[in-house]
């Protein structure tokens, strides 16, 4: 999914004018930033126990195709513990007031996540900087789940399993 949406904006856009494109994974799964980290021209795979609350995002195998558009026109590629998705579950779940409710799952929440601790967490001014992210910048977050699984999401919103502080 990521590939096509990064190759439709590259399409529309041109590379140019096209928004900045970051790739977010869990760090026990993230086996697209492991293949962009080492850029030399394999895929890289993660194996074994990729036990993360991103169940959706945990397949340890980059796809082909996929990468090869990622690789030409994402800009970013950013490993996540679950701590960022839950805090991400946690916003779009309790917005501020006039913004609408999100009931989103972690691998759908990951992206809001990584944002809101980019933009909030001190320590993470060098990627802000990096990415540019400043109080007027417009961020698209795609989050493509609800909450899949009912229990485990009360666990983490309503109970703060997961703890991002």
């Known amino acids: ?36 980290e080492a850029n030399d021209g394999k895929l890289h795979f993660v194996t074994g126990d990729m036990d993360t609350i991103m169940a959706g995002l945990a397949c340890g195998e980059p796809c082909t195709i996929g990468w090869n558009v990622l690789r030409d026109h994402a800009d970013n590629f950013v490993s996540i513990p679950d701590y960022v998705a839950a805090k991400g579950m946690r916003i779009l779940g309790n917005p501020l007031p006039g913004d609408t409710r999100i009931i989103s799952g972690e691998s759908g929440a990951a992206t809001l996540g990584f944002v809101a601790e980019v933009m909030q967490n001190e320590s ?38 997961y703890p991002s502080f």
Do not use: H
């Not at 949406?5 to 086996?31: S, W």
């Not at 001014?125 to 961020?139: A, G, P, T, V």
């Open 1 to 36: 999914m990521s590939g096509s949406i990064t190759g439709f904006f590259a399409d529309l856009y041109g590379d140019k004018d096209r928004p900045v494109i970051t790739i977010v994974e869990p760090n026990k799964a993230d086996c697209i930033y492991r293949t962009a």
């Open 124 to 161: 993470l001014d060098y990627l802000r900087k990096q990415l540019e992210l400043n109080e007027d910048s417009r961020i698209l977050c795609i989050s493509t789940e609800g909450d899949t699984d009912r229990v485990g999401y009360r666990r983490i919103v309503w109970d703060g399993k």
